[in-house]
């Protein structure tokens, strides 16, 4: 048996803790799978004192995450701190300066700095690793940096957000509203006390720019990601999908397009009986669509300690089995100095299957001026659904309509809407959720 | 840029001419990726004058796979051959034993073979890649070997032939019969003119008996799996489970119980809204459930030459972004010596829910004794329908009548269906089908 691999983890929250507990309590059956032992020599955390259930005592404290990854001795630095900024930055940048393995699981430091951090553990002929980032414990990243070598990927999309996929199949399980389903999840743990993050897409958004990265070999480009949230999806919209056969999913997409690169997080239509469409609560799933392998989809625990530790556990299992020093390939798939700039696709040429409901006043003409105002755009239609349940009860004026179209673009839907609005017979703004479809199999 | 990374390829067939012409055609992609070009230097097959769509004049043709194996030329032998014996055994060997790693795709010859080969490749301090043989394109076998590393699984299930799903999807959407589907298989070419292998379950087998390995440490033990194929299996059941909400799928299950490990592959009804019930065609799937992670299930294309090319080169990549001779960690998760024997659990002490379809003779009496023998062998029922559809117009003299038990054992479940049989009122033999529900969320 080798040399122990000696590693210091900075972050001790609920996946710093169950990652301790699986590290330690798991001594052998890791020391056998990795030829050697794996362990911990120092800690780091804000609160020395915390009772989180698990024996520091033959750890080295440091105050200091950026101290602890300046220590030379360890092998491997575990950053579970998170957050873009310092200290997470600092200390992973420190360790990865001094020829040290960095793990981490910090989505928004790797969707800012990434390309970056990539190139300084490459130079320093370092691994940088990052599953627990994307998907908790789903080993995407893995299957993406080294099963699909070689492939072109066209497609990838998923469900990266458990608070998010929480609170809409809870609102479609119960029939009850966005607000008392954020409530509920708010309760369990399922969400933060500020849930924007979660239900506007932006933590959706980070993960998809190391995604969209990884699969097109671009440069990460979190900031031009389209991003639109759950918080304006009604029961309606999920009562009229389910009649479609669909259920509404927030989705990162990223798509390889004419005109650049797609990278996309909304509300999304799928259709029931696809994979994607069974994936309930806080489960997470990706699909990515490549041209050797074909389509592969992976679904399993986004969020949680022990899900996240696994992830960790398996980055740091990768490291132990290779002998100190050896590169396997870098971070993000190719040298970060090959990575391209991202272009950025036009959403206005998104192409696509759009759901459409609006409210309209029930009087003669409206049906007609909404198909005339389709037709001018050359959008066709693959249904049309007048409904009178929910929101508009017999003799209230008003009526609600479902489009569904085929193939179209944004920029075509968009200008049907407006000119639907403006001819004044609608009531309230209407509600255009886009719909992805699974490859044809 | 490094020395290329020399490969020879044996067996030219769909996957080794799709394998040829995709590290031919992606030779800069791969190159950027691995660090290092990806070179074929040598190829063999039975017929050199063969047409397969693919250049093979810059490479050495060996006309015997094991002179291939024992050249000095190259770094990898990939073999694709198939088949437990020789030539493919020989070469394997000769290639571990002179210091080559080795990329398979043959589970024929993992199942018979695999600890021995994995001993000798830990030996000689080379790789040992299968990622193709097991549910083709789906990196199952690098997420059980890499990102479970330090999980305990507790259960692992799979629909790992397209060929068996093909026919059950095909049965379920047409109506017809499986004798009607295999012959449309075997005209789409999913099927073998002689289909036995795939139907009646083996090859299921022969991948189980890998991830079973892999899974629980244990020594493979392909010989000691149960064995039901799906020729049984008839458009009533079908019919059956449908209304009950199932669907029924060839699975390979692997499950530790308190008596042993249990390996078992048997037409399933797994429910018709989870995600494994959700895989048609010729997809594959497979779900892990462990400790730290949870559950995990991957799907996508099993077969075909480009989806198991796809799995071959990521192999292949793995081994060209290493520093040649590296070991990154044992074939089968830990040291072949390390493995322990494997202690099969009994299928009479299979515990589960069941599936029991029993034609009866209409007349008094038959229903309660049906019940009775249910209760003497503490089998709890959670449905029972009695069916007039399909096989038992009325006026026949004959009913349908369909249980489904709650959790019980197979020892029972047999006792009981052999009391209905001795009564003499059943018709034919009942059918049996067990149940396997995913791991509540």
Same sequence: chains 1, 2.
């Avoid at 989180?52 to 105050?63: E, Q, S």
């Avoid at 929480?166 to 849930?195: N, W």
């Avoid at 040298?335 to 040429?349: D, N, Q």
């Avoid at 049309?384 to 003799?395: E, F, L, N």
Wanted: with cysteine; glycine share 10%.
């Amino acid at each position: 048996m080798s040399e122990p691999l000696k590693i210091g983890i900075a972050g001790l929250g609920t996946v710093g803790a169950a990652l301790v507990h699986v590290l330690v309590s798991r001594y052998a059956l890791l020391a056998e799978a990795c030829g050697r032992p794996i362990e911990i020599v120092a800690v780091s955390a804000r609160d020395r004192e915390r009772n989180r259930g698990i024996d520091l005592r033959a750890m080295t404290w440091f105050d200091d995450p950026i101290e602890l990854a300046k220590t030379g001795e360890i092998d491997v630095f575990v950053e579970l701190i998170g957050g873009a900024a310092d200290p997470a930055l600092s200390a992973v940048e420190a360790a990865l300066s001094r020829g040290i393995h960095v793990v981490t699981a910090n989505k928004a430091l790797l969707a800012k700095h990434g390309v970056r951090l990539a190139a300084l553990a490459e130079e320093k002929g370092v691994l940088l690793n990052f599953e627990a980032a994307v998907a908790g414990g789903i080993p995407v990243i893995k299957a993406m940096r080294e099963s699909l070598t070689g492939n072109r990927v066209s497609r990838l999309y998923g469900i990266m957000n458990g608070t998010a996929n929480y609170i809409l199949t809870t609102m479609e399980r119960e029939g009850l509203s966005f607000e008392a389903c954020l409530k509920e999840a708010q309760r369990l743990g399922y969400a933060e006390a500020d849930p924007t993050f979660d239900i506007e897409g932006n933590d959706t958004a980070h993960k998809l720019a190391i995604l969209t990265s990884l699969a097109f070999g671009t440069e990460i480009a979190a900031d031009d990601i389209y991003l639109e949230g759950i918080s304006n999806i009604s029961i309606d919209d999920i009562c009229a999908a389910d009649d479609l056969g669909y259920r509404i999913k927030l989705l990162g997409v990223a798509q390889r397009t004419d005109s650049g690169i797609e990278q996309r997080v909304h509300p999304t239509m799928v259709p029931k009986d696809s994979v994607i469409g069974r994936v309930d609560g806080v489960t997470n799933a990706v699909a990515i669509e490549s041209d050797v392998l074909g389509e592969l989809i992976m679904s399993g625990p986004g969020a949680g300690g022990d899900a996240t530790a696994s992830a960790v556990m398996g980055d740091i299992a990768d490291i132990a089995k290779s002998r100190p020093g050896i590169q396997h390939g870098p971070a993000l798939g190719k040298p970060a100095a090959k990575l391209v700039p991202y272009k950025r696709a036009k959403m206005r040429s998104h192409e696509g299957g759009y759901f459409i409901r609006v409210t309209v006043q029930d009087k003669a003409g409206v049906f007609a001026s909404i198909a005339t105002h389709m037709a001018e755009n050359t959008i066709s239609l693959e249904s049309i659904v007048q409904r009178a349940k929910h929101t508009s009860p017999a003799g209230s004026g008003r009526q609600t309509v479902v489009l569904v179209t085929h193939a179209t673009t944004e920029a075509s839907v968009r200008a049907a809407v407006q000119a639907m609005v403006a001819d004044g017979y609608t009531i309230g703004a209407p509600q255009v959720i886009r719909i992805e479809r699974p490859k044809a199999a």
